[in-house]
């Protein structure tokens, strides 16, 4: 049997347990909905200054959130493969012909989806607020780079899942990722408002490259060629991170 | 041929972790196969190693012929593995467990279907079919994990302690379950355990094992044969200074002497005999005596026998 087939097993097994709980989804929806409607009436004004492309920051920030969104998101896939670890689940995959990496892809694949279902929903709400995000070209866009960038910090986190096998850590790396990533991007604010040596940094950022992604069809001067390369990153980020994940699997068999 | 062949294992768990120290044994096809020792005793480590969770530092093992280092994935496809803690997926229903289990296996769907339903009608399940396991009982969740490591009709069966953490009644169950599944399913099993009663009554050859080895193999019976006599328990008043094995020892019937704290364990030609002529002589010279048994060897003599040390006193010390 193939990696892909045990990955679609798995994949069918982790949806299936979270569409018992569906609550989580929403759960992880409560603080970009913060964001989305008191933050952006707070900052309503700040399109005042030039470099925003639009005089409505709702337009503005709306694709931003749905990143920021599938972001926290994947980065907090670790907690469910650490549950995996503690229940011995995991344990019992490795004594079937399962591949490590189809173990690991279905997480990553499941993040991939429910950082999508969570951008689609904000992009709902942003919709409701009168944020059109450029029609159908630009919600396809805003959800695939969605999905990429919550995968790719699934792969991320499923890593340091696998090496520091405690939730206690688990959390201490995505609080401790979270924000700074968030500042060095552009989901809050134009990059021409940002002082030139986080923009630079922030070019590194593969959270910018998402946001950078999603917007390009939101704002005027479409280049797609832009999107391209920027969605392309961010694929191959996320085969990075899998790669990561795929690699701290190897290390946390070896201490067994 | 033989379905199981360990070869002086050896694993080191960080510096000075010494789990295994040379294991060896075989076990033949269609065998019920014991391993029996208290915690820490080094059971777990082997049977992680034939399942290919963990590598031993030195040593090699074939599981139906194949190297577990070396074909690892072709050992997982004969094998089952029920290991001690679960594995199941508590936020999903038995029968998905199982249905998952066979796909993982390389099941076709129709086939994986019907077995599970099968399994769950024989493990007494099929009631809780759908329900989701973290509202199983603690017997239910066992036999499921049982039935899932059965799932894709494997030639081995491992199977770590299946009755620790069961109620008395739940432990009876199981055995009754194993037993007809030795007899039904044409399947070697190795189980691990530390109740001495366990071992008795399901495994049809025990290994005995101390601190990372073999120390006595042979059939329950055999090795309780070999203990010829019967066996005697004294239990002193105050902890054995010396002075009480060396009377007992040197009184007419007596086979061996055994001291384990206050315990003083005799093995003698004629319980019935042997006793008045102990107590007399302790008495004699002052020693006190808290309480006297006689008995039948049973694999707890068997075990002190061998390792010098009785088995309760041993398995508190290993924890875990």
């Known amino acids: 049997m193939t990696a892909i087939t045990q990955t679609g097993f798995l994949f069918l097994r982790v949806m299936r347990n979270l569409m018992r709980q569906p609550i989580w989804i929403v759960f992880m929806l409560v603080q970009p909905m913060f964001w989305l409607l008191l933050y952006s009436q707070l900052f309503r004004r700040i399109t005042d200054l030039p470099g925003f492309g639009t005089h409505s920051y709702i337009d503005y920030l709306t694709p931003g959130i749905a990143i920021m969104t599938a972001f926290f998101s994947g980065s907090w896939a670790g907690m469910g493969t650490i549950e995996d670890l503690d229940r011995g689940v995991v344990e019992r995959f490795l004594t079937t012909p399962a591949r490590r990496s189809a173990i690991v892809s279905a997480r990553i694949v499941q993040s991939g989806v429910v950082a999508t279902i969570q951008a689609l929903i904000v992009l709902l709400v942003g919709l409701a607020l009168g944020a059109t995000n450029g029609g159908a070209p630009g919600w396809i866009v805003i959800l695939l780079a969605s999905g990429l960038i919550g995968a790719g910090f699934a792969g991320f986190s499923n890593g340091v899942a696998l090496l520091t096998r405690r939730e206690e850590s688990m959390i201490a790396v995505a609080n401790f990722i979270s924000l700074p990533l968030l500042f060095f991007s552009s989901i809050l604010i134009a990059k021409s408002l940002i002082p030139s040596w986080m923009r630079s940094l922030s070019l590194v950022n593969p959270v910018e490259w998402s946001v950078r992604a999603a917007r390009g069809q939101v704002l005027p001067h479409t280049d797609w060629g832009a999107i391209g390369v920027y969605l392309v990153l961010l694929a191959l980020f996320t085969l990075g991170t899998g790669a990561f994940a795929t690699w701290s699997f190897r290390s946390y068999q070896r201490t067994l | ?320």
């Open chain 2, 1 to 320: 041929m033989d379905a199981i062949v360990v070869d002086g294992l050896e694993k080191t768990y960080g510096k000075d972790v010494r789990a295994l120290d040379g294991m060896s044994f075989a076990v033949p096809e269609g065998q019920v196969f014991g391993l029996l020792g208290p915690n820490g005793a080094g059971k777990s480590t082997t049977v992680r190693i034939l399942v290919t969770l963990t590598r031993p530092d030195a040593g090699a093992a074939t599981v139906v012929g194949h190297d577990v280092a070396r074909e690892p994935t072709a050992v997982r496809r004969a094998i089952g593995y029920v290991p001690q803690a679960s594995g199941v997926d508590r936020e999903a229903t038995g029968r998905e467990n199982l249905l998952l289990q066979g796909h993982l296996q390389g099941m076709r769907s129709a086939d994986a279907e019907q077995r599970a339903d099968e399994l769950l009608e024989l493990f007494a399940l099929s009631e809780k079919r759908d329900a989701l396991v973290r509202t199983y009982s603690g017997g239910q969740k066992r036999r499921l994990d049982v039935a899932t490591g059965l799932m894709h009709r494997p030639q081995v069966l491992f199977l770590d302690e299946p009755t620790t953490g069961l109620d008395p009644e739940a432990r009876a169950a199981m055995w009754e379950e194993l037993s007809r599944l030795a007899a039904a399913e044409k399947l070697t099993i190795l189980l691990t355990t530390h109740y001495l009663e366990e071992a008795d009554r399901l495994a049809e050859r025990v290994a005995i094992v101390s601190r990372g080895q073999v120390v006595a193999e042979g059939s329950p019976d055999a090795l309780k044969r070999e203990l010829r006599g019967e066996a005697v328990t004294v239990e002193l008043a105050a902890a054995a200074d010396g002075k009480a094995p060396a009377i007992v020892e040197s009184l007419p019937g007596i086979l061996e002497v055994l001291v384990d704290g206050r315990r003083l364990h005799a093995r003698v030609e004629h319980g019935a005999q042997a006793v008045p002529t102990i107590l007399s002589a302790l008495d004699a010279e002052g020693v006190h005596v808290a309480a006297v048994t006689v008995s039948r060897p049973s694999l707890d003599d068997v075990y002190l026998h061998y390792t010098g040390r009785d088995f309760r006193s041993d398995d508190e010390a290993g924890g875990s």
